[in-house]
């Protein structure tokens, strides 16, 4: 069985100017807006990282799981890591053997999801799904969430992909091997869990704000474009980070 960071989701309090920002320092484009998500009061925008996902979500009414996550969190910020697994079945046999609750999930014709409850994998949403039909496992395969043809909007001349996450929790070793227990791989001595394409790392929290998906790895094709994008908007940390929509993004 495989496992592989497929999309990176992300809670901003407003769309349009995440969206903006994204696009000027990043170079990538939206591919797909999800009318589905209006079920649940949200907004949101998909941009092609690569072969993975970049999404933004954003509250469009009161009362909202995404508004009280702002609320939690204090602000924009990582949301959910979501991967995309080769056989759901066990996976799912695995979540309900170690008594996962599974806070949301659906099925259509050519993909399976299941979210999980940040209560009981703590830090922030797992969700593992499965792409299914033709070429479904192809790295560059249709990914249902992110509508039809995303690849048309797939822009890799400042950025190729996201290559790890930090999960900063108040206990790192304990959500850590909880996490690992789930993906029923190896907790490495650095609490990080290897997907088959990126890295979860297990962190504290050192910034004043509660747990959470803090920080992503960029694999970056143009790093001075980016940075000189992020200066024009103040988003430039170091020569290696920039911070957009509450994220602290590392560029390698």
Known sequence: MWLRLRQIALVAQELA????????VLGVNV?????????FGLENALFPMGNQLLEVVAPIQDNTAGGRYLERR????????????DDHAPRRARVEALGVRIVH?????EFLNMQLHPKDTGATFFEIDQQLGPDAHAVDGPWEPAGPNWQRAKNT???????GAQLQCDDPEAVAQRWADIAQLPLETDL????????LQFVPCTDGRPEGLGGIDIQ??????????????GARRTDSQIYLCGMRMNLL
């Not at 999930?105 to 014709?109: A, C, D, I």
């Open 220 to 233: 970056t094709a143009d790093r001075d474009s980016i940075l000189s994008a992020a200066d024009a908007i």
């Open 31 to 39: 591919c797909y807006r999800d009318p589905g998500v209006g079920h």
């Open 74 to 85: 204090g602000g924009d910020g990582g949301y959910m890591v979501i991967t995309q697994c």
């Open 157 to 163: 001349q400042r950025v190729e992909g996201i290559v």
């Open 17 to 24: 100017p995440v969206e903006q920002a994204l696009c000027e």
């Open 105 to 109: 999930q659906f099925k259509t014709e």
């Open 192 to 199: 990080s869990i290897r997907l088959d394409n990126a890295t």
